[in-house]
């Protein structure tokens, strides 16, 4: 079955994918998130050519081709773009086979369970404590993160103190919730280590990020240093980088995007090396976009899959693009749970307002069609 057609649909911060088979079934995927425009360009430039025409049931096989083909564009912007084509074939495939992707890979349609994941350090803790409080009343949620330091910070707080503010009040303030942190790199080593052992002290579980994030050495020494978890891995695009994060244990718990690092299939192969070496894989999944989704999916199949779902608690106000992605409700909570309903691939709708607004490009289009074809004359000779 051959990959006839790749359209998009994009402005700045989304961009969907519409891929369509010789047989006319249609699958939507969504590359990353942000500088979408750029994504779309590089899908188109990088990506598109050495798809088309090619074998739409073999997903890896083709993810494969492509990154043997871009072999020297091995960073965030191509993995962002094949995220899109990927997301979009793991669709098409459970269109064709009526089953959701999480069936396609192994697991099944259910509830996940989620933490409420607060993306916010201008609040004070004790503003912070409340919404977390309320919001995880409202809709039942069973844990939830908040942010400690300042965002590549080295070591500065985001204001003196609040760190050391913040985690008892947040705690105290959310008994029997499973709390969870997220320094976004902000910590220098001892300054990490510290601030471990107060999150120790408050019966925290999860330590997002403690240094910066490609720095292995620090990290694994924070991880050794430690015995709550230390988590990370969502800035790698690289599956040999995360084999020598698992390998090595640089972290406790294994926490790639799908978006960001090129779709399921590789993410597949990341969550596979680290149930090899026993640790779990949480996801990272920042907005209301197909990452939630596409990480529900994952959660629904993986052995190793962690214990909850990330999801932003940040609406509309503060990610207006979030706005109308998707026909229906496809995030509602229930009892701090989402669920991955039976319905076909990610289960999702674009909404066709949405896209009556996107900038559009086509991969029938003649240019395309010509660039395509030198594209395919080189890669065959090649490969
Ligand atoms: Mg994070």
Request: glycine share 10%; with cysteine; charged share 25%.
């Amino acid at each position: 079955m051959r990959l006839k057609r790749l359209e998009t649909f994009h402005n700045e911060f989304v961009c969907f994918v519409k891929a369509t088979a010789e047989d006319g079934v249609v699958g939507w995927g969504q590359t990353s998130t942000y500088n979408a425009d750029i994504t779309a360009q590089v899908f188109h430039r990088q990506i598109v050519p050495w798809a088309l025409g090619q074998d739409v049931t073999d997903i890896p096989a083709l993810v494969s081709r492509i990154e043997r083909a871009e072999h020297k564009f091995p960073g965030s912007y191509r993995n962002r773009a094949l995220a899109g084509l990927d997301t979009a074939l793991w669709d098409m495939e459970g269109q064709r086979s009526g089953l959701p992707v999480a069936a396609l890979i192994g697991g099944t349609a259910g509830p996940v369970r989620a933490y409420a994941s607060s993306m916010r350090r201008d609040l004070t803790p004790e503003e912070e404590a409340e919404r977390l409080k309320r919001i995880c009343g409202e809709q039942g949620f069973t844990a939830a993160k908040f942010r400690i330091g300042a965002e590549m910070g080295e070591g500065r707080d985001q204001w003196p103190g609040r760190t050391e503010a913040i985690i008892p009040a947040v705690t105290r303030a959310l008994p029997g919730i499973e709390t969870l942190v997220d320094a976004n790199s902000g910590f220098t080593v001892a300054r990490a280590i510290e601030v471990g052992h107060i999150l120790q002290d408050n019966g925290v579980g999860h330590y997002e990020e403690p240094v910066p994030w490609w720095d292995l050495d620090a990290t694994k020494a924070v991880a050794d240093a430690l015995e709550v978890d230390v988590t990370g891995g969502e800035q790698d695009v690289d599956t040999g980088i995360f084999a020598r994060i698992i390998r090595d244990r640089v972290v406790d718990v294994v926490q790639p995007d799908v978006m960001y690092l090129g779709g399921l299939t590789k993410t597949l192969q990341v969550a596979e090396m680290a149930a090899l070496a026993g640790l779990p894989v949480t996801p990272h999944a920042a907005n209301l976009g197909l990452v939630t989704m596409a990480t529900m999916h994952l959660l629904r199949a993986l052995p190793n899959a962690g214990k909850y779902l990330e999801f932003s608690i940040e609406g509309e106000d503060y990610y207006p693009w979030q706005r109308e992605l998707f026909l229906g409700d496809p995030f509602r909570v229930r009892d701090g749970h989402l669920a991955v309903t039976g319905a076909p691939g990610w289960g999702l709708t674009v909404n066709p307002d949405w896209l009556a607004k996107a900038e559009y490009r086509d991969s029938d289009q003649a240019e395309q069609t010509a660039y395509a074809a030198l594209y395919h004359r080189t890669l065959d000779a090649q490969l």
